[in-house]
Nanobody, 122 residues
Framework: HVQLVESGGGSVQAGGSLSLSCAVS????????MGWFRQAPGKEREGVAA????????DYSDSVKGRFTISLDNDKNTVYLQMNSLKPEDTAMYYC????????????????WGQGTQVTVS
């Protein structure tokens, strides 16, 4: 049974930084792709950043490109999201997700989800 547990959310002022972590009970190297998503109140969930555990360049949404960095440690089975230059519009519940097999579209086909961690930027 795969579990993803996020941590590191909190409240920060605009321009500040936060670092999120996602501990995976399984082996991150066994997944096709790991990603971070977010959902703000009244809005649809959106993909933020994604990475292939096997290597390759990560992908980012246009709204966070240049400010957020996704990384992964296969030895620790943990995915990270470093968020810099935070803006009030980054306020949302952030979710870690894992995709077991390839699916067309960088934000599609995620099978496993964490419970989320709240990020509030004021």
């Amino acid at each position: 049974h795969v579990q993803l547990v996020e941590s590191g959310g909190g409240s920060v002022q605009a321009g500040g930084s936060l670092s999120l972590s996602c501990a995976v009970s399984g082996y991150t190297s066994s997944f096709n792709r790991m990603g971070w998503f977010r959902q703000a109140p009244g809005k649809e969930r959106e993909g933020v950043a994604a990475i292939y555990p096997g290597g390759g360049s990560p992908d980012y949404s246009d709204s966070v490109k240049g400010r957020f960095t996704i990384s992964l440690d296969n030895d620790k089975n943990t995915v990270y999201l470093q968020m810099n230059s935070l803006k009030p519009e980054d306020t949302a519940m952030y979710y870690c997700a894992a995709r077991a097999a390839y699916t067309r579209g960088m934000w599609n086909g995620y099978n496993f989800w964490g419970q989320g961690t709240q990020v509030t930027v004021s």
